[in-house]
């Protein structure tokens, strides 16, 4: 594996070579070191017309993963040569580079359009429960919230860390390897956090809309959603009499199934988030 010294080195000359892709420009400033990946903004020498790219360039050892998911999302392992002859085989991909903000940065300036952002939210976790498969990892840093408002899922990394076909031996995770190189995670963890954020950011909407009427006192920042805490299920028992006294039946639903530890969980959320849309 390539070292992020090696990684840094070759994309600080601005200009690479990538085997079947071509010349890149990269943005300087836009190069990121993640837990996982130097990530950059780039564009394609002679395809501009094609937009700007989010380039990855993955710094831990990957697994194969099954070709039903994006094929964006999958990295693999290319030669990537600079300007001066130097040569490193990466396992990188190469998406389309959304303009935006994460849900996350939107809630610290606690400046958002909460009943906007719940409509956004409930489109985005009707798209996640139905997918075919799943993310891993959703959190308010792994939701980008474009310029138009709608949210896309971000940060595709769970799907095939080699650490999760190990920690699934221990228990701690809802993974079940098919073989020891390939690994699928449960979509049933997907369904859980989304449907939290779901109903989270649809009781803050409520209780705002509530303060700006004069009927609550109530701070909204108190049902603030921190994904995988300890506290999801206090959480969302602390929203029930807040939909409830709103007559917010599918939200109640959703919270409920999560809390009873529905099995058919993704079911059960397109049936009551069908009705919100």
């Known amino acids: 594996m390539t070292s992020v010294t090696e990684i840094?080195?070759?994309?600080n000359y601005n200009h690479i070579y990538i085997d079947g892709i071509g010349e890149l420009v990269i943005h300087k400033e836009s190069i990121c070191v993640g837990n996982?990946?130097?990530i950059a903004r780039c564009h394609i020498v002679?395809?501009?017309?094609?937009?700007?790219?989010?380039?990855r360039c993955y710094t831990r050892w990957r697994n194969p993963i099954q070709s039903k998911y994006d094929p964006s999302f999958i990295p693999k392992a290319i030669a990537i040569t600079t300007l001066m002859g130097e040569s490193y085989k990466i396992d990188v991909s190469l998406s389309k580079w959304q303009e935006g903000i994460t849900?996350?940065?939107?809630?610290?300036?606690?400046?958002?359009?909460?009943?906007?952002?719940?409509?956004a939210m409930d489109a985005l976790a009707y798209i996640v429960v139905s997918l075919p498969y799943a993310h891993g990892d959703i959190q308010p840093d792994n939701i980008l919230i474009r310029e138009d408002g709608s949210m896309q899922l971000i940060d595709y990394d769970t799907i095939w860390e080699a650490k999760f076909i190990e920690d699934i031996y221990e228990g701690y995770f809802d993974i079940i390897p098919e073989n020891q190189h390939i690994a699928r995670i449960?979509?049933?963890r997907d369904c859980i956090a989304i449907g939290y954020l779901s109903v989270m950011i649809a009781t803050?909407?409520?209780?705002?809309?509530?303060?700006?009427?004069?009927k609550s006192s109530m701070e909204y920042r108190e049902f603030m959603p921190i994904l995988?805490?300890?506290?999801i299920l206090a959480d969302l028992e602390r929203t029930l009499p807040i939909l409830s006294s709103c007559g917010d039946s599918s939200h109640l639903q959703i919270a409920n199934a999560i809390i009873e530890r529905k099995r058919d969980l993704d079911t059960i959320l397109r049936k009551y988030l069908l009705r919100i849309l």
């Open 8 to 11: 840094l080195h070759a994309l």
């Open 36 to 38: 996982n990946a130097i």
């Open 46 to 55: 002679g395809a501009e017309c094609d937009g700007d790219k989010l380039l």
């Open 103 to 119: 849900l996350d940065q939107l809630l610290e300036q606690d400046s958002a359009d909460y009943d906007k952002l719940s409509r």
């Open 186 to 188: 449960g979509r049933h």
């Open 204 to 214: 803050m909407a409520h209780i705002e809309r509530l303060q700006q009427k004069g």
């Open 228 to 231: 995988n805490n300890n506290d």
